[in-house]
């Protein structure tokens, strides 16, 4: 049942808030509209569902849904957010904090009633996995959120020392990448720092680049860049350029076009054949497409 309940009643606590920053795109149609969702509130007016919309109505009453049993208020919250604004995965992480140390939840009962509204991933164990989250460092914990990143990306970062979560947070904010970005770099830089013994802030002092990520796949591929570099000398004035993989995600390349020139099938020809020797090559071909 829907109330009509004085503004100035309802109370306010953040930390109830599962999403970090209010929804500005709703306050243009809040304000021509009214607000024409209910919000959600506890027995005692507290404000449970419905921050965006509080905070940019400018009625004296709003539309409410009054639940007894704060745990029911809860879970109603939860399955309207993800029917008309779904959750990123760290506010699904955030929800999950809050049922277990706010409504008191047991980690069962997360389980199997609040895991099928979130969605949340299988390859995570959903309790323990979320909680693990808040414990990285905080400018990186910000960045990520901001970037809608997945828990187990977080959860791979969580892993470093709070120096090393600090330099990347840093980082990534500086360089301005976006998270599939943040995700190659980090990848990169975690061979590097095994292969050659350094920690993330010499590597990437090693990069006069501006674009970080070119820089890294040099040290890290080193003879696949050579590969790209002689291949485009040779094929560029066929066909504009040879097309590499360019995001480590696509495990091929490929040309099309007559060569005319004899001097340059012979020097494709010995390119190929360095290829099959040169095993920096070859495991980057295998990091991309497997042993086939």
Same mark, same amino acid.
């Given at each position: 049942?829907?109330?009509?309940?004085?503004?100035?009643?309802? !109370?306010?606590?953040?930390?109830?808030?599962? #999403?970090?920053?209010?929804?500005?795109?709703?306050?243009?149609?809040?304000?021509?509209?009214?607000?024409?969702?209910?919000?959600?509130?506890?027995?005692?007016?507290?404000?449970?569902?419905?921050?965006?919309? +509080?905070?940019?109505?400018?009625?004296?009453?709003?539309?409410?849904?009054?639940?007894?049993?704060?745990?029911?208020?809860?879970?109603?919250?939860?399955?309207?957010?993800?029917?008309?604004?779904?959750?990123?995965?760290?506010?699904?992480?955030?929800?999950?904090?809050?049922? $277990?140390?706010?409504?008191?939840?047991?980690?069962? &009962?997360?389980?199997?009633?609040?895991?099928?509204?979130? !969605?949340?991933?299988?390859?995570?164990? /959903?309790?323990?996995?979320?909680?693990?989250?808040?414990?990285?460092?905080?400018?990186?914990?910000?960045?990520?959120?901001? #970037?809608?990143?997945?828990?187990? $990306?977080?959860?791979?970062?969580? !892993?470093?020392?709070?120096?090393?979560?600090? +330099?990347?947070?840093?980082?990534?904010?500086?360089?301005?990448?976006?998270?599939?970005?943040?995700? /190659?770099?980090?990848?990169?830089?975690?061979? /590097?720092?095994?292969?050659?013994?350094?920690?993330? #802030?010499?590597?990437?002092?090693?990069?006069?680049?501006?674009?970080?990520?070119?820089?890294?796949?040099?040290?890290?591929?080193?003879?696949?860049?050579?590969?790209?570099?002689?291949?485009?000398?040779?094929?560029?004035?066929?066909?504009?350029?040879?097309? $590499?993989?360019?995001?480590? &995600?696509?495990?091929?390349?490929?040309?099309?076009?007559?060569?005319?020139?004899?001097?340059?099938?012979?020097?494709?020809?010995?390119?190929?054949?360095?290829?099959?020797?040169?095993?920096?090559?070859?495991? $980057?071909? !295998?990091?991309?497409?497997?042993?086939?």
């Amino acid at each position: 049942m829907i109330e009509y309940i004085e503004k100035s009643k309802i !109370k306010v606590d953040d930390r109830l808030r599962i #999403r970090s920053e209010l929804n500005t795109l709703i306050a243009k149609s809040v304000r021509k509209n009214g607000v024409v969702s209910p919000v959600v509130v506890l027995k005692d007016l507290t404000l449970v569902d419905g921050f965006s919309r +509080f905070n940019f109505s400018l009625d004296d009453k709003m539309p409410a849904i009054v639940k007894e049993n704060e745990r029911d208020a809860f879970f109603l919250s939860i399955e309207l957010n993800m029917l008309s604004n779904p959750y990123s995965e760290f506010e699904k992480a955030r929800a999950i904090k809050l049922a $277990f140390e706010k409504f008191k939840i047991e980690k069962e &009962e997360i389980v199997k009633r609040l895991n099928p509204l979130l !969605k949340f991933s299988k390859k995570i164990s /959903i309790v323990e996995d979320c909680l693990e989250v808040f414990k990285l460092e905080k400018s990186l914990f910000s960045l990520l959120e901001v #970037r809608r990143s997945p828990v187990s $990306f977080a959860l791979r970062l969580l !892993k470093e020392d709070r120096e090393e979560q600090k +330099f990347l947070a840093d980082l990534f904010k500086s360089k301005r990448l976006s998270l599939s970005r943040m995700q /190659i770099v980090y990848d990169l830089m975690y061979y /590097i720092r095994k292969r050659d013994s350094l920690n993330f #802030r010499q590597i990437v002092e090693k990069c006069k680049d501006t674009d970080v990520v070119s820089c890294l796949k040099k040290l890290r591929y080193p003879g696949f860049v050579r590969l790209k570099e002689e291949l485009n000398e040779i094929l560029t004035k066929y066909r504009g350029s040879l097309s $590499f993989p360019e995001d480590l &995600e696509a495990g091929y390349f490929y040309f099309s076009g007559k060569i005319s020139s004899k001097q340059d099938i012979e020097r494709i020809e010995k390119t190929l054949q360095n290829l099959k020797a040169d095993k920096d090559v070859w495991d $980057f071909l !295998k990091s991309v497409r497997g042993d086939d």
